[in-house]
């Protein structure tokens, strides 16, 4: 367990650097301002504070506020056992301080959380604690023992502040007008108040016994519950997801309760208090600052740290491939293009177009990739060889976070494996795809309907065999290649009408569609060593069956757009040979005969544009006649036809490729002989 070791090194990396514990960094991006959770001491809890109540040097109240939502991340002070209550009866499991209002206000004749609070600074460990911080808990305790403390708060908020405030909040205090070695006003931010709850919990764990901490290897009192809220506030789902009810087995990768081999938890696994503190607040920490959403829902996570320096390695440093860009080309207009909005739709959102700006990010985090693999200083990697950990969490479950990913390696070798994805996957003009795009272009809309999962199970397995492909370097499964090339070839579940609008952006997207699915092919052959094709260029001498049948469905779809753009009617509908794209990779022969009768009209109104692509067609379909009369295998008695392979859509978007740049290529020329026309005319 050796990704619990490295969290539990950083954490004691970053309690004993100064300012680091319990500092709340700010979020921002555009309008909206957040609050990052902070790394909490341990024992202690994050929450979100909705009332503040301040209160003199003498203990007497002052003012109370209602927080605003990117001031309301306070950390409170807390047991195992009370941050992970739920139900109705939480309120019999209370925290230490700040407490929900109506849990510190409960009226009837036992209030749980002044018990504990009086519990609490009658302790030996209380008395034998900081004089300082026993003063600022005392002033607490006396204060609330007024049970004034509902009235003092509604009596400073005003009338819009009442109709929404909640007696569900959470109250934090802070002591003003107190001497500087008392520490922060705030006293969810005082180190004082931190160490002396800590002393509390040791007290408590005292006559507990010690088992063997398996993760670092130190004798610990065995953890009793795990921690919830680690991937974002409300989250239920636990990196140690220990039940110990008798009604229920428990659940887990550490724990067994109903099993002829292990009778209790630490049969099978035994991690320590403070071991499971650690990991579990650094996690917290490390998912706010330095993880990425693979998918861009919950999970799954991949965070990228530098043990001895976690901030200064950032996600948002990492170049994600695909992220900044889909394709490094630009869609170039003939002049009569009108400009592509991409739209939302099952295969990417809109917002994966790239943008001048967002290109040139890319660009510049590429050269960053290769420079450190060469060994070269990049500005914020002063030590290419400090080691970096990437570690990638999942939710399989609701209640369940789970680590299916570690690796250790130097900031260089990391660096080097996904330059090695992006030279090994990107293909023509397209940059390699990320692990998002795809996991999208092979399975489409990725959302789970099921309940307790955001994703479906194949997304979630196809996302993590990418990632192992690219930070080990291991081939791409065929598997996801498989399930691109079947979604890209059945357009039935794409859109076939609608405005010139849609229907253009429909056509560029079944383009990337197509461009994203022969990079997953071409990757997944150039990892396997497969002697099939893999370029990305146009190839007239290739005389394979399945490529030269792509070259044919492209060829016959530009003879009738460009007809329909001659006559200015250019997406007015589909083409006849994108409708029957599904049934032309069935059975290529028949769709074939099928779309040159039905292209005749539009080769005749635009002839003798279209008389060379014609020409091209005939004579592609010649050399495969010549193919299929020379194979052993082939009955042309049979009735039926051979599907195309993977080699018909690359045949077919290198076509694509070839036939847009001629048309650019003519354009830019007629556009430089009319210029040289009007100057020797004037």
Known sequence: MSWMTDLVETYDICANTPGFLGRIDIYERGNFRGQLRPLAPIYHDIVKCAYEVHLDSEGDFLAARVLSKDEQTTIIPCTPTSRARTGVKAYAVPHALAERLDYITRGNYRNPYMENFTNWVTSDSFK????????????????????TLADDISSCLSDDEKKGASPSGTVRFCIDGMAEEYGPADLSLNPLLWELHIARIRELQKDLPKDLCMATGTLQPAMEVGAKCILGPGDSAKIYPVNWSNEHPCTGYFTYRHSTIFTKPSDAF?????????????LRWLIDHQSWSILRTAT??????????????SADDIYDPGKYAISEEKEESDGEDEELTLAEDDVAPAEDKPTGEITSIGKEQKENIRALSEGRWVKGFDDVDDETIVLTLDKPSIGRLSVVGYQKLTKAQYYETILKWHETAAWGDYFAPSVRQAV???????????VGSDIKPEARTAAQQILRAINYGIPLPGNIADAAFLRTINTCHWKMSGSSKELRNIWYRYQRQVGLTCALICKTRKDNGSKDITMDALDVECKDRDYLYGRVLALLDALESET???????FERMTNAYKQSSSFYHAPARTTAFLMRAIQPYVKNNWPASRYKLDEVNEILSTISKIEMSDPNHDPTSGTEKPLGKNAILGY??????IKDARIRNTKAKKEREAQEKSQNA
């Open 564 to 570: 329909m753009r001659a006559q200015g009617r250019e």
């Open 128 to 147: 034998a604690g900081d004089v300082y911080a026993e003063e600022l808990v005392l002033m607490v305790y006396h204060y609330l023992c007024r049970h």
């Open 270 to 282: 035994t991690v320590g208090a403070d071991t499971a503190e650690k990991v579990q607040a650094m």
């Open 300 to 313: 799954p996570k991949m965070i990228v740290w530098a043990k001895h320096a976690p901030d200064a390695f």
């Open 440 to 450: 999208m272009t092979a399975y489409g809309d990725i959302t789970a309907k099921a």
């Open 653 to 658: 978007a290198c076509q694509v490729k070839a």
